[in-house]
């Protein structure tokens, strides 16, 4: 029998509706890992930080003035 040549021919209805049966398969893709943090809130925490650490050194220096000025 040659290859190009099928047993079943083709047929399409003239009249009516043609309906196609598709079985949905699962297609496997690559996995997309989010931040667990944005980079907006860690500029935020960065900037908090160093104003916490600011105002720390800022305290430090104020008890510093105010025993040298006991004294």
Known sequence: MPEGK????????????????DVATMV???PKLLPLKSVTLEKLEKMQRAAQETIR???VAQREQQQQSQQ
């Open 6 to 21: 099928s047993l079943f021919r083709e047929v399409l209805p003239k009249q009516g509706q043609l309906s196609v049966e």
């Open 28 to 30: 496997l893709c690559k």
């Open 57 to 59: 050194q800022q305290e």
